[in-house]
Nanobody, 124 residues
Framework: QVQLVESGGGLVQAGGSLRLSCAAS????????MGWFRQAPGAAREFVAA????????YYADFVKGRATISRDNAKSAAYLQMNSLKPEDTAVYYC????WGLGDPRPVRYDYWGQGTQVTVSS
């Protein structure tokens, strides 16, 4: 069992940056892949970024490539999403998720555990 808690969201002006954090409980955090997803009002949940269990492989949605960096610290049972050059269209609730297969995957259905989300609002 893994419990996930996101933090770091907030209101930021376009062009600004945010670092989202995902704190995990459970002794097996280091074996899970971690993903970040987002959901805007009236829209489906969409993949943002993922990282495999060791941190050696990362994956990004096209709309954040070059603007986001996913990372993890297994010693701290935490994952992070650094987002730069934020745009108003990045406004959404951001969720972190854990995938027990450990490889990283863009499909939400692959993830076993989800956090409650953190709101990111980018003003123009």
């Amino acid at each position: 069992q893994v419990q996930l808690v996101e933090s770091g969201g907030g209101l930021v002006q376009a062009g600004g940056s945010l670092r989202l954090s995902c704190a995990a409980s459970g002794r097996t955090f280091g074996s899970y892949a971690m993903g970040w997803f987002r959901q805007a009002p009236g829209a489906a949940r969409e993949f943002v970024a993922a990282i495999n269990w060791s941190g050696s492989n990362t994956y990004y949605a096209d709309f954040v490539k070059g603007r986001a960096t996913i990372s993890r610290d297994n010693a701290k049972s935490a994952a992070y999403l650094q987002m730069n050059s934020l745009k108003p269209e990045d406004t959404a609730v951001y969720y972190c998720a854990a995938d027990q297969w450990g490889l990283g995957d863009p499909r939400p259905v692959r993830y076993d555990y989800w956090g409650q989300g953190t709101q990111v609002t980018v003003s123009s």
